[in-house]
Each structure stands twice: as C-alpha cells, then as structure tokens.
C-alpha cells in the first residue's frame, strides 16, 4: 500500500522548458490536489479535483494545468515553466470526510 | 491572502512543556485540520475538527473551535524533542467537495 506517490522527485528545467508532474494514489479517494510550498510558506492551492474526469482552480493556478483523466492519478502540467515556478510540488488525496494524505513531494528548479 | 493565519510563526519550549499554536481564518468552514511536517517531508494529517464542534482530542493533541471568532488552538501536551516540527492549521471549504486551503504554519522546537 503506496498511498500517494509523486513522480519525479527531482526535476531541474530551462526556462520555457515543459513537463509534467505524475501524482498517483491507491486509497480510491475521489478527491486530489495539487499544491505548492515556497521556503517559510504554507501549501498553496494550485488546483484540485473532486473526481475523475473533474479540475478546479484553486488560488494559484496560473502558468499550470491539471487532468484527472484516471481516478487515481492527478497530473499537473507546466507549458512553459518560469524561474518563479521552483518550489516543492506536494499531490495529496483526500476523503469525503475532509482529511488529505500527501505524497512526498517533488521539488522544481526552474533555471 | 491566505484563508488560515498561523500564530505565533515560530515557538521553542522545553520538554515536558505544552505548546499552543493558533490558527485565525477568514470565510465560513466546513471543518479545520491540523497537519505536522517534518523537515523535508510530506504533511502528515494529525485531527480534524468540524465546524459544529467545539472540542476534539486525540492523544496528547488538543484541539478547539471558536466558529464566532474564526479561530482555532492546537495544543501539544507533554512535549517531546520529536514533535519538533511545523504545523499547519488547513480549513475546508464545501464546493461542491472540499477546497482545503492551507496557512503558513507554525514552526516548533522542542529542546530535549
């Protein structure tokens, strides 16, 4: 039992460069997110899913794009990644009942 | 800005002392959460209060509400160096699912 599980771990990109982030969970939760922690800061919301074939945007959406084509996976996407997208991307998966299970995180330089 | 306000940003106390952290939020909830992150690590879930309790604990972790004053403690009895760590307080809102939004977090270190 894996719970949530982020893929890379580690990316380094040139500015302008793309990729995509791969969050995949094995709870048959309906909900996902994806959020972004900057040093000293909290998560940001980046975008969320209430459930297969769903997206939403949450506080910080611009300059990413999410699909949640499967129930289990949740991928976000950076077109045309900026240096002020280097962060540590944290997926988690949550329960009706509210609670999030988080997967390790992955972290982004943008060069 | 962001719908939970953590307070204070940063807390050292001795073991064996109680750490108080406090959490202020802006819009209506659904419920609150507290998670713990350890350096480097994912967040761990640690309780969820609901937005018609008042009161919750689990182990040594004590939780309130105030919905009237948008606000909530997490209170860590007994401390230990190992619950040196930082906390966010998280509020859910219902859309439809939960938007949870999280604050900035408090950081905590326990001396043993």
């Known amino acids: 039992n894996a719970g949530v599980t982020q893929t890379p771990k580690f990316r380094v990109l040139k500015t302008g460069q793309s990729m995509t982030l791969l969050c995949a969970q094995d709870?048959?939760?309906?909900?996902m997110y994806w959020y972004r922690q900057d040093p000293g800061m909290g998560l940001r919301l980046i975008h969320y899913?209430?459930?297969?074939?769903?997206?939403a945007k949450g506080e910080v959406p611009d300059g990413y794009n999410v699909s949640r084509l499967k129930k289990q996976n949740f991928l976000l996407g950076l077109e045309s990644a900026a240096p002020s997208q280097t962060s540590v991307y944290f997926c988690?998966?949550?329960?009706?009942?509210?609670?999030?299970?988080f997967g390790e995180g992955s972290r982004l330089t943008v060069l | 800005s962001q719908q939970g306000e953590e307070d204070p940003q940063a807390l050292s106390i001795q073991e064996g002392e109680n750490a108080t952290m406090n959490c202020s939020y802006k819009?209506?909830?659904?419920?609150l959460q507290w998670y713990r992150q350890n350096s480097g690590r994912g967040l761990v879930h640690l309780i969820l209060?609901?937005?018609?309790?008042r009161e919750k604990h689990s182990g040594r972790l004590r939780v309130t509400l105030d919905t009237s004053k948008k606000s909530s403690s997490l209170l860590i009895t007994a401390s230990r160096a190992a619950d040196t760590a930082s906390y966010f307080c998280?509020?859910?809102?219902?859309?439809?699912?939960?938007?949870?939004?999280f604050g900035a977090g408090t950081r905590l270190f326990v001396k043993a």
């Open positions: 988690a998966s949550g329960t009706t009942t509210g609670e999030l299970f």
């Open positions: 709870m048959n939760h309906e909900y």
């Open positions: 899913s209430v459930g297969e074939g769903t997206t």
């Open positions: 819009t209506s909830i659904n419920n």
């Open positions: 209060i609901r937005s018609n309790e």
């Open positions: 998280a509020t859910a809102l219902n859309t439809g699912g939960f938007k949870t939004i």
